[in-house]
């Protein structure tokens, strides 16, 4: 570690507490523990979501999606991470915007397998998907 980094080290942590230093120490050493649950239900919104689908639906055929004017397939759960696509392209593909997509209602079942394919193929806190702006977006679309 350079001289400078030590001292700018040593300027932060002297005005730490003592457990404010263990505490930092054990969150580096440790890693996030993901506790499984029991599947959660879909249930169905007593009404219907009041605003308008804005963008068309990127899912163009099974497993194929267009996104950015970039068309590609998800056929194996390393198709969900590509580092041969755009980070961009890859963001699209996890907002899972198809839930709320024009016409997503048509196709409701492939939707659903969608999902749970998502699910299946990304593993909690592993890929692109589980990066802060995709996670966020998705949630929404889920929830919506």
Do not use: C
Not at 29 to 48: G, H, Y
Not at 60 to 83: I, K, Y
Not at 122 to 135: A, K, S, T
């Amino acid at each position: 570690m350079p001289l400078s980094q030590a001292a700018r080290l040593f300027h932060t942590v002297r005005f730490l507490r003592g457990g404010q230093i263990l505490s930092r120490i054990r969150h580096r050493l440790s890693s996030p523990r993901i506790v499984p649950t029991r599947s959660a239900t879909v249930q169905k919104w007593p009404r219907p979501w009041p605003l308008h689908a804005l963008l068309g639906p990127g899912l163009v055929a099974p497993g194929t999606f267009e996104f950015l004017g970039e068309r590609g397939r998800v056929e194996t759960g390393a198709d969900w991470n590509d580092p041969a696509r755009s980070h961009l392209w890859l963001y699209n593909l996890h907002y899972l915007g198809d839930l709320n997509a024009a016409g997503a209602q048509s196709h409701e079942e492939e939707l659903r397998d969608l999902v749970q394919r998502w699910i299946r193929d990304n593993p909690p806190g592993h890929g692109v998907g589980w990066e802060p702006y995709p996670l966020s977006l998705r949630i929404v679309n889920l929830v919506k």
